[in-house]
């Protein structure tokens, strides 16, 4: 059994950057109490919604920048971060050259960059990492900013557009592309989607989306951009995250959305049975992240069993840890959805 762990966007720039940069704060301190959580998994991944650097200019045309210090390295080595996805659309707010030396210092710290490079090439390609006898693909996309979008001469994301119906006919060949280099050569492949907007339920079109994606190939659909947890759904032989959510930022939080409250996600991977989620909430409180109160853990089980039922997935809570299941019915074993290939 191989154990994924995911967490949704880690923001490190502003006044988490600030923080950083006093000498008194030892990088491990962002993480609170949750460095045990990430020893719990065999490999740990998150979406780094900020850039890493030093040059580059804001983007005049943006209202947000988020850039951090070198510092951030050693917060994302603290926790074992494996990999990062960088499909979103804060990566670029400083520029091409920005973003280029964000991948090359990632990649000079043992972390592995995927979803935005020097070319679309680059950016649609999946990276792959080794845990024991298990091999790890991860291919990231994002539908943020089409003006981001790599091209064969040009840094940039990798941008998909889709519909009702899913994706549009180039993208899904691309995606479709990216996705079985990485099935040929791992036996879990994870597609990391910054896709859709920062509130609301699913959409009919990303939830095309992540159909396709499974159906293409994908084990795990990790889904971010929305600062809410939002529903999972079992979906033939993979697991849909719809939204991840927020994990580290320093954002106004929502008093109904509660983006301040989220979820480390362990799915634990077997070959012929469907991914086990287990859950440990967190909260975000004064620019760090810790484990949530027992209060707050009731109320991340209730809105992702009310979230997940349409979608045939029971949640449950003990002991602290939520756990999310397929529901068997008379039609199949999960909410009558095909598992098959």
């Known amino acids: 059994m191989f154990r994924l762990g995911l967490t949704g ?14 000498p008194h704060t030892a990088p491990a301190e962002v993480w609170g109490d949750l460095l045990p959580v990430f020893s719990t998994v065999d490999l740990r991944g998150v ?21 951090a210090r070198y510092r951030a390295l050693e917060v994302l080595q603290a926790a074992h971060i494996d990999f990062v996805g960088l499909a979103n659309n804060h990566v670029l ?44 693909a991860v291919v990231a996309f994002t539908d943020n900013d089409p003006e981001w979008e790599a091209a064969p001469d040009r840094p940039g994301v990798n941008y998909v557009a889709y519909g009702p119906e899913g994706l549009r006919p180039s993208y899904r060949d691309r995606l ?13 492949v994870v597609a990391c989607a910054h896709v859709g907007p920062n509130w609301g339920m699913p959409s009919r079109a990303l939830r095309a989306l992540a159909h396709q994606t499974i159906a293409l190939g994908a084990d795990v659909y ?29 954002y106004v939080v929502d008093p109904d959305e509660r983006n301040d409250l989220s979820l480390f996600f362990a799915v634990a991977l077997q070959s012929g049975r469907a991914p086990e989620v287990r859950m440990y909430p967190v909260q975000i409180h004064d620019r760090r992240v810790r484990g949530a109160s027992a209060r707050d853990a009731d109320w991340l089980c209730a809105r992702l069993r009310d979230l997940s039922a349409p979608y045939g997935t029971a949640v449950s809570i003990e002991n602290g840890v939520l756990n999310a299941v397929p529901v068997p019915t008379a039609e199949g074993p999960a909410g009558g959805r095909s598992r098959e290939t």
């Open 222 to 250: 990790w889904g971010h951009s929305n600062h809410a947890v939002q529903a999972i759904e079992f979906y033939r032989r993979g697991v849909i995250l719809y939204s991840t959510g927020d994990f580290l930022d320093d």
């Open 47 to 67: 979406n780094l919604e900020c850039v890493i650097s030093a040059i580059g200019r804001p983007d005049p045309g943006r209202v947000f920048h988020f850039r």
């Open 176 to 188: 479709a592309a990216s996705l079985a280099a990485a099935r040929a050569e791992a036996d879990v």
């Open 93 to 136: 707010d400083y520029g091409q050259d920005a973003l280029l030396e964000c991948v090359s210092l990632l990649r000079d710290h043992g972390i592995a960059a995927v979803g935005a490079g020097d070319t679309i090439s680059e950016a649609a390609a999946p990276v792959f990492l080794r845990r024991g006898v298990h091999r790890l």
């Open 9 to 22: 966007d880690v923001m490190l720039g502003r006044r988490v950057d600030d923080d950083l940069a006093d």
